[in-house]
């Protein structure tokens, strides 16, 4: 099994910034980040491989960026021009054995 623990979640203006953060107890080919909002299904945002190849939702695209720091085995998520919308628990996943991390909250709100 590999453990996940996420970091760097917080309340934020819209149009402010975060920065999530995910390590893993080992190293992991592809990381993703989802999140689920009160009341809805947990959706994907974003995946990098280990390579560095990246996929975002539509919904994030140019706002956030995702990448990796492989020899941490850390993963960040970027988050700008947040919106009300991106409220939600943002959560970790690893692709090798289907593990989650424990969730972060980011709220948006004035």
């Known amino acids: 099994q590999v453990q996940l623990v996420e970091s760097g979640g917080g309340l934020v203006q819209p149009g402010g910034s975060l920065t999530l953060s995910c390590t893993a107890s080992a190293s992991i080919y592809l990381m993703g980040w989802y999140r689920q909002a009160p009341g809805k299904q947990r959706e994907f945002v974003a995946y990098?491989?280990?390579?560095?190849?990246?996929n975002y939702a539509d919904s994030v695209k140019g706002r956030f960026t995702i990448s990796r720091d492989n020899g941490k085995n850390t993963m960040y998520l970027q988050m700008n021009s947040l919106k009300p919308e991106d409220t939600a628990v943002y959560y970790c996943?690893?692709?090798?054995?289907?593990?989650w991390g424990q969730g972060t909250q980011v709220t948006v709100s004035s």
């Open positions: 996943n690893e692709n090798q054995f289907g593990n």
């Open positions: 990098i491989t280990i390579g560095g190849h990246t």
